[in-house]
Nanobody
């Protein structure tokens, strides 16, 4: 089970932090990440982080603005979003990758960047 939180309305240039808490033990996970989707478009990767070593991967359009991090020893991943732009408006989804090969999605949280 994944529980995402932290979405909302923010003005351009503002910041938000998304958080995703997953059920289970960290040893069962390979990686966690955030994706986003706008109506009429495919869901796209925003950022991922491995649970061992903490290697990160970012989409080009968020590099330098967003930071993904994992709470040590916990199955919680945060996405700090700074310098938000109107084009960042989307539903953001948490995703986890398990050692078993299974992949799970969270329920999504709306982020709206507008003045």
């Amino acid at each position: 089970q994944l529980q995402a939180s932290g979405g909302g309305l923010v003005q351009p240039g503002g910041s938000l932090r998304l958080s995703c808490a997953a059920s289970g033990t960290i040893s069962s996970f390979v990686a966690m990440g955030w994706y986003r989707q706008v109506p009429g478009k495919q869901r796209e990767l925003v950022a991922t982080i491995t649970t061992t070593g903490g290697s990160t991967n970012y989409a080009e359009f968020v590099k330098g603005r967003f930071t993904i991090s994992r709470v040590n020893a916990e199955t919680t991943v945060n996405l700090q979003m700074n310098s938000l732009k109107p084009e960042d408006t989307a539903v953001y989804y948490c995703r986890v990758f398990m050692k078993s090969g299974s992949v799970y999605w969270g329920q999504g949280t709306q982020v709206t960047v507008s003045s």
